[in-house]
């Protein structure tokens, strides 16, 4: 990172151009995950800016998620999540076998009648009852997903049944899904969306809907999410057909 990467990056105050030229420097791989990063006096020396713009860079870096700091240890490059695409698991369970603490801000849940799209995907008439759970899923109080569950309401009687995880609240019932089709494309956040997330506007995001269905193939699920491009890596194993 030199003092020339910061002046040609963007315009706007110079922490937010540093911040840029941080993130380009971990995209390019040049800082790699718990890569520790030079200490603040360091980085100012270097450049030859003040502390407290390498201080607020590293502050809204490390609310983004992007950097993480360690008591007494310092700044690192934020782990990523990797995720298998395999296996049918419930972003409670995701973020335990990691040893993170799963946590769920509420932004809507709620009844009310199935769209046309929703019916579809669920395979109910349209109008038939459902719960919906808007949700934004965090880790280690991190903001991670926006998710957004449809759940026929003959499954999941009360959107009040979901304390934390969806899945726990259906297997109450005996309803927890066993089978799943999952499609991702790549989507950028929009104001909102990047808004609730901590994101700047434009930043990228990995769009996953996902249907899951019971045993006997009864869709339970249609599930609407945004997860952050830049803590994601979805990984899946091949094999050539036999
Ligand atoms: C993942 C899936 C969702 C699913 C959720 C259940 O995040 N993308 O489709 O609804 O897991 O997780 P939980 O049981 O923690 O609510």
């Given at each position: 990172?030199?003092?020339?990467?910061?002046?040609?990056?963007?315009?706007?105050?110079?922490?937010?151009?540093?911040?840029?030229?941080?993130?380009?420097?971990?995209?390019?791989?040049?800082?790699?995950?718990?890569?520790?990063?030079?200490?603040?006096?360091?980085?100012?020396?270097?450049?030859?800016?003040?502390?407290?713009?390498?201080?607020?860079?590293?502050?809204?870096?490390?609310?983004?998620?992007?950097?993480?700091?360690?008591?007494?240890?310092?700044?690192?490059?934020?782990?990523?999540?990797?995720?298998?695409?395999?296996?049918?698991?419930?972003?409670?369970?995701?973020?335990?076998?990691?040893?993170?603490?799963?946590?769920?801000?509420?932004?809507?849940?709620?009844?009310?009648?199935?769209?046309?799209?929703?019916?579809?995907?669920?395979?109910?008439?349209?109008?038939?009852?459902?719960?919906?759970?808007?949700?934004?899923?965090?880790?280690?109080?991190?903001?991670?997903?926006?998710?957004?569950?449809?759940?026929?309401?003959?499954?999941?009687?009360?959107?009040?049944?979901?304390?934390?995880?969806?899945?726990?609240?259906?297997?109450?019932?005996?309803?927890?899904?066993?089978?799943?089709?999952?499609?991702?494309?790549?989507?950028?956040?929009?104001?909102?969306?990047?808004?609730?997330?901590?994101?700047?506007?434009?930043?990228?995001?990995?769009?996953?809907?996902?249907?899951?269905?019971?045993?006997?193939?009864?869709?339970?699920?249609?599930?609407?999410?945004?997860?952050?491009?830049?803590?994601?890596?979805?990984?899946?194993?091949?094999?050539v057909d036999a």
């Open positions: 990172l030199r003092a020339r990467d910061i002046e040609n990056i963007g315009h706007g105050p110079l922490y937010r151009r540093l911040q840029t030229a941080i993130k380009a420097v971990i995209d390019d791989g040049i800082l790699k995950v718990d890569d520790a990063l030079p200490s603040e006096r360091d980085l100012a020396n270097e450049l030859g800016i003040s502390r407290v713009t390498v201080r607020n860079s590293m502050r809204a870096l490390v609310e983004e998620g992007v950097l993480v700091q360690r008591h007494g240890a310092g700044t690192f490059v934020a782990p990523r999540v990797e995720q298998a695409l395999s296996r049918l698991t419930s972003f409670t369970e995701d973020m335990i076998t990691r040893g993170m603490n799963p946590g769920a801000v509420w932004i809507e849940k709620t009844l009310g009648h199935a769209s046309p799209e929703e019916a579809m995907a669920l395979n109910l008439s349209p109008g038939t009852e459902v719960t919906r759970l808007r949700r934004l899923r965090t880790a280690n109080e991190k903001p991670m997903a926006l998710e957004y569950a449809v759940v026929p309401r003959a499954f999941l009687p009360s959107p009040e049944e979901v304390e934390k995880s969806l899945y726990d609240a259906l297997a109450k019932y005996g309803k927890k899904p066993e089978r799943a089709l999952q499609r991702l494309r790549a989507e950028l956040f929009d104001g909102e969306t990047a808004k609730i997330l901590g994101v700047p506007d434009g930043s990228a995001a990995l769009y996953i809907e996902r249907r899951s269905f019971l045993a006997n193939g009864t869709p339970v699920e249609f599930t609407r999410s945004y997860y952050r491009g830049d803590s994601y890596d979805f990984i899946a194993e091949m094999q």
